[in-house]
């Protein structure tokens, strides 16, 4: 039981935190403005997110497996769409 509470917490505190990346994620993919956006930044998060993952997998906890899962899929999302915004606007400018 208390094992269930404690990955209960954790499965909160891991929709949270991917909860936050949807402003991001608006801001990229439906407004398409890509400024201030750090790249090394999502790079350096997404490292510490792996890492997590990692340790997540060898101590077996789902909640820190599924929420690191999505926040590197939002983390990875917006890089991709970084990417295409910069690539876009630089060839527009050729």
Known sequence: MVGLFIESIGIIAGTLGVLAWIPQLKEV?????????????????????????????MIMSIAIIISNLAALACILSVIIG?????????????
Do not use: F, P
């Not at 970084?82 to 050729?94: C, F, T, Y």
């Open 29 to 57: 993919w439906i407004m398409e403005k890509h400024e201030g956006i750090s790249l090394s930044t999502l790079h350096l998060i997404s490292t510490a997110l792996l890492l997590w993952l990692i340790y997540g997998l």
């Open 82 to 94: 970084v990417i295409r915004l910069r690539e876009v606007e630089k060839d527009s400018q050729l």
